[in-house]
């Protein structure tokens, strides 16, 4: 299939889900990619250069050989879509975001066949050394993840308290997910942040879609975590064979 073939595709499935919510999009990005995982990594093995870290790993247990890239990548977007309706609060989350979508993005052009696999991208930096640097591939899927990790807690708060401050939610949220990584530089602009939020029913309002109501909205919600969490911890458990999941930023 060539590139084009690939980006008409693309562009045609981006049309069909503009016309649906963030939530139920992401639960049909997500039910693709863990059927492409599931069928990829029933069949196939950890990278070779892998293999001897891995063994020596529990984390192996949960370690996957296949994550696709594309399907992770339009829910990481729709990750950023979710994020614009809390408002500019969220800028410099959204900015990291779109940053790292658009590295693997540029990686995965470049060789589409091989870098159609996730975990071929931790294995290419991985044997190059250069993993662990700033601008490496390997550091923006890790906070592609956390981002993930986020926007799952987000979501969980407020399908199991939807009276609850938005405040104490995008707080409580950040605190158990991305603060254990962030530096001072990093704490100090989402403290700011959390000044400048919508209130819960105003954000709720805007998650659902026309004529549905809260109910429907946290069972969609239900759906979506149940599709995420594994997923998440696929991902959490590769990262960390790979050495990266306990760096943290400035």
């Known amino acids: 299939m060539t590139r084009e073939i690939i980006r008409l595709q693309m562009k045609r499935k981006r049309e069909i889900m503009a016309k649906q919510t963030e939530i139920k999009s992401a639960i049909q990005e997500l039910n693709l990619l863990t059927k492409l995982s599931n069928n990829e990594n029933d069949n196939s093995n950890l990278p ?34 979710v994020l614009d309706k809390i408002g500019p609060t969220m800028v410099v989350l959204r900015q990291d975001i779109y940053k790292n979508i658009q590295r693997l993005e540029m990686l995965s052009d470049s060789d589409p066949v091989t ?27 890790l906070w592609l993840t956390r981002s993930l990790d986020f926007m799952s807690a987000l979501l969980q708060h407020i399908a199991i308290d939807p009276r609850e401050n938005m405040e104490q939610i995008v707080e409580n949220s950040y605190e158990i997910t991305l603060k ?23 954000f709720i309002s805007l998650l659902m879609a026309k004529g549905e ?21 696929d991902l959490h458990s590769t990262l960390g064979l790979y050495g990266l999941e306990r760096l943290k930023s400035t």
């Open 48 to 81: 070779s250069s892998a293999s001897a870290a891995a063994a020596a790993s529990d984390q192996q247990k949960r370690a996957v050989s296949y994550i696709p890239t594309t399907p992770f990548l339009s829910l990481c977007t729709l990750t950023v879509q």
């Open 213 to 233: 109501n809260f109910d429907t909205l946290r069972d969609e919600i239900q759906d979506l975590v149940s599709l995420l969490l594994p997923l998440l911890q």
């Open 115 to 141: 870098y159609s696999n996730l975990v071929e991208i931790l294995n290419k930096e991985a044997v190059e050394g250069n993993a662990k640097r700033s601008n490496s591939c390997s550091k923006a899927l």
């Open 180 to 202: 254990p990584w962030h530096g001072w530089i990093s704490a100090t602009a989402y403290k700011v942040a959390l000044k400048l939020l919508p209130d819960t029913n105003t």
